[in-house]
T-cell receptor, first 113, second 116 residues
């Protein structure tokens, strides 16, 4: 069964540094998402991406965040200048539309020190 | 705005017994989708079961079934014959219809522990 693949599984970075989290979605998916989960808290929506542009974003997704899918394969989340509160598990997900379930990757654990 | 509420932060059950996890939600959509996801200690998000709001019949998936009460906006998960591998955090989630976009709104989660 096809899977959503995320790399790296764990990323440690210093406050103020830029990080790029990478995802390879399932090939027949049309919508792509990033969610985050701060330890012990619920999963929060960050952004959705469709047809090579952002279709929806949450209040969390401020100017420090950006997404792109440059080569039609990889889907990346960039955090420009990381803060301590960005430490969380970041999940990439994809689906074929609102009437289909999300398939999640295994997540990238980001630790900002 | 859509909301999902899980009022049971923790639950436990004996192996082989049945347990029900509660979930209530709020949405203004007529067509929407409800899901239960399981998150084991590895923190992977695994789809357990889904329910389309336009279907009256409750979804079942092997030992997992739901009790979907649309008027009450309730969506509980029943796990029969609980197994040790069912120990995980369970999240109820709502996906809105066409006017609400395709984002998934999660509840706070219920930590289920299956005891031997």
């Amino acid at each position: 069964e096809p899977e959503v693949t995320q790399t790296p599984s764990h990323q440690v970075t210093q406050m103020g540094q830029e990080v790029i989290l990478r995802c390879v979605p399932i090939s027949n998916h049309l919508y792509f998402y990033w969610y985050r989960q701060i330890l012990g808290q619920k999963v929060e929506f960050l952004v959705s991406f469709y047809n090579n542009e952002i279709s929806e974003k949450s209040e969390i997704f401020d100017d420090q965040f950006s997404v792109e899918r440059p080569d039609g394969s990889n889907f990346t989340l960039k955090i420009r200048s990381t803060k301590l509160e960005d430490s969380a598990m970041y999940f990439c997900a994809g689906d074929r539309g609102y009437n289909s379930p999300l398939h999640f990757g295994n997540g990238t654990r980001l630790t900002v020190t | 705005a859509q909301t999902v509420t899980q009022s049971q932060p923790e639950m436990s059950v004996q192996e082989a017994e049945t347990v029900t996890l509660s979930c209530t939600y709020d949405t203004s959509e007529n067509n929407y989708y409800l899901f239960w996801y399981k998150q084991p200690p590895s923190r992977q998000m695994i789809l357990v079961i889904r329910q389309e709001a336009y279907k009256q019949q409750n979804a079942t998936e092997n030992r997992f079934s739901v009790n979907f009460q649309k008027a009450a906006k309730s969506f509980s998960l029943k796990i029969s014959d609980s197994q040790l591998g069912d120990t995980a955090m369970y999240f109820c989630a709502l996906k809105g219809g066409e006017t609400s976009g395709s984002r998934l709104t999660f509840g706070e989660g219920t930590q289920l522990t299956v005891n031997p």
